[in-house]
């Protein structure tokens, strides 16, 4: 079974400062996708970036850019230049390619506090 | 609004009772999916649904728990005889579902928050 683990509860940052959020993963697929998904306060869950598996280069989305590292089984998302918009619960996820199984698994997420 | 509709948005019940939650999917999505979160916890699986059928239950308690997603009309995920536990956030998400057009992402309601006195 796929698991996704975020070892960072909590983190506090100031204003336009760069900020990395750990994910680690455990799969025995070849082929997947890796999200990372954002809640604001208003628990809406929001798409901030994807991954596909096998494409080696990094995603990108604006100020969101992933760190992936297939064979550490690692997907680490950096904000730059972070804005107080930011401030949010972010749930790192897995799933397998589309296979017809295709939920998503998240981890427990990462509560960012971004500082004024 | 397009987007995926939960509701109620607030459902408060006493123990015993039943909750149902309905979910409207985004127009044009045959997928949808129940998860469950918590108070400072990440969202679980319990339920991933295609039109008339279940594809995949197994993150969702064999007692007291049931969902559907009827030909017509929204999903639906019912919880029997509720009890303090079950009090938590419920959230449903919905997806294209077709291989060329399902990107993997999920569109995500704004939760049911069901409180059990």
């Known amino acids: 079974a796929q698991t996704v683990t975020q070892s960072q509860p909590e983190m506090s940052v100031q204003e336009a400062e760069t900020v990395t959020l750990s994910c680690t993963y455990d799969?025995?697929?070849?082929?997947?996708?890796l999200f990372w998904y954002k809640q604001p306060p208003s628990r809406q869950m929001i798409l901030v970036i994807r991954?596909?598996?096998?494409?080696?280069q990094n995603a990108t989305e604006n100020r969101f850019s992933v760190n992936f590292q297939k064979a550490a089984k690692s997907f680490s998302l950096k904000i730059s230049d972070s804005q107080l918009g930011d401030t949010a619960m972010y749930f790192c996820a897995f799933m397998k390619h589309l296979t017809g199984d295709d939920k998503i698994i998240f981890g427990k997420g990462t509560r960012l506090h971004i500082l004024p | 609004n397009a987007g995926v509709m939960q509701n109620p948005r607030h459902l408060v019940r006493r123990r015993g009772q039943e909750a149902r939650l309905r979910c409207s999917p985004m127009k044009g999505h045959s997928h949808v999916y129940w998860y469950r979160q918590l108070p400072e916890e990440g969202l679980k699986f319990m339920v991933y649904l295609q039109k008339e059928n279940i594809i995949d239950e197994s993150g969702m308690p064999k007692e007291r728990f049931s969902a559907e997603f009827p030909k017509e009309g929204p999903s639906i995920l019912r919880i029997q005889q509720v009890v303090r536990g079950d009090s938590a956030a419920y959230f449903c998400?919905?997806?294209?579902?077709?291989?060329?057009?399902?990107?993997?992402?999920?569109?995500f309601g704004e939760g049911s928050r069901l409180t059990v006195l």
């Open positions: 991954q596909e598996a096998y494409k080696q």
């Open positions: 799969t025995s697929e070849s082929n997947y996708y």
């Open positions: 998400a919905s997806s294209p579902g077709l291989a060329g057009v399902n990107t993997g992402e999920l569109f």
